[in-house]
């Protein structure tokens, strides 16, 4: 049972348009982290989000941390074609035995095309 | 600054041998941490060191196991290979364990199962 769920699983879009990646979950977190993986390589951390209500921009992109740190949510402002990859959000608990452990979601693998 | 090493990138090994796959972390960073990437299950969590001690495991069998030296250098084993262990492997190294520690991730070793 996958603890964060990330939609849609697939975005396909054309450069220029703006999109929507929601990561959502029925278990609180302390911290939710974004992070973005090309073919070939380890995922890249992009943002951590450790509040909530809390919102953090990087650029183009903006990232929200739900209220009750239960969800998130990446928006791409027109997105270009470098912004094309796989994108991950994993998220933190606290204490107990899944001290230090990352729950990633399966990701969304956006493409962008010229 | 160099960052985490996995080695080697890829291997291909038969149903029924064992496997050890190695991780050189960021210099200064103490804590490792191992992931199984594969396209159904997305990234799995199989443990975390600090200090040369297993500090969380996830849900995999007995099969898997690893270990960190003095160094901070990690290794994972895999023994008695089966068909589904076919997978990226990745290593995450953060300066110390926790929660909202930012975990940078190798390139990953991708072993392929005959």
């Known amino acids: 049972t996958q603890l964060l769920e990330q939609s849609p699983q697939f975005l396909s879009i054309q450069e220029g348009e703006n999109l929507t990646v929601y990561c959502n979950s029925s278990s609180v977190f302390s911290s939710l982290q974004w992070y973005r993986q090309e073919p070939g390589e380890g995922p890249v951390l992009l943002v951590t989000?450790?509040?909530?209500?809390e919102v953090k921009k990087l650029k183009r992109l903006t990232f929200q941390f739900g209220d009750a740190r239960k969800d998130s949510s990446l928006h791409i402002t027109a997105a270009q074609t470098g912004d094309t990859g796989l994108y991950l959000c994993?998220?933190?608990?606290?204490?107990?035995?899944?001290?230090?452990?990352?729950?990633f979601g399966r990701g969304t693998q956006l493409t962008v095309w010229p | 600054k160099a960052g985490v090493t996995q080695t080697p990138r890829y291997l291909i090994k038969t149903r029924g041998q064992q496997v050890t796959l190695s991780c050189s972390p960021i210099?200064?960073?103490?804590?490792v941490s191992w992931y199984q990437q594969t396209p159904g299950q997305g990234l799995q969590f199989l443990f975390e060191?600090?200090?040369?001690?297993?500090?969380n495991k996830g849900n995999f069998p007995g099969r898997f196991s690893g270990r960190q030296f003095s160094n901070s250098r990690s290794e994972m084993n895999v023994s008695t290979l089966e068909l589904g262990d076919s997978a990226l492997y990745l290593c995450a190294s953060s300066l110390l364990p926790g929660i909202n520690q930012p975990q940078h991730f190798g390139d990953g070793t991708r072993l392929s199962i005959l």
């Open positions: 989000v450790v509040t909530g209500g």
């Open positions: 210099s200064g960073h103490r804590s």
């Open positions: 060191y600090f200090s040369e001690t297993q500090r």
């Open positions: 994993a998220g933190a608990r606290e204490g107990g035995s899944t001290l230090g452990r990352l729950y």
